[in-house]
């Protein structure tokens, strides 16, 4: 199912905002090259929230990239 949040500019490269949908938490990244990714909002390394914090892309062990806090 398709939800609008916000127009894309809204959302400045290499940053995220939180959203709630359904109950459920989840950061809406725009990377530093534009793209826009919709992720759960919490890292996978501990109990810290991924729109709090600056998007990054990194190789994940499955050869691909995905949003990350730092």
């Known amino acids: 199912m398709a939800h609008k ?5 809204d959302i400045k490269p290499g940053r995220a905002i939180r959203v709630l949908i359904d109950g459920h938490a ?6 530093k090259s534009g793209d ?4 759960d909002d919490k890292c996978s390394h501990g109990e810290i929230s991924l729109s709090e914090g600056f998007v990054i ?6 050869g ?4 990350s806090s730092r």
């Open 64 to 67: 691909h990239t995905e949003p």
């Open 5 to 9: 949040i916000c127009p894309v500019e």
């Open 57 to 62: 892309t990194k190789p994940s062990n499955a």
């Open 36 to 39: 826009v990714k919709a992720i």
């Open 26 to 31: 989840i950061a809406i990244a725009r990377t």
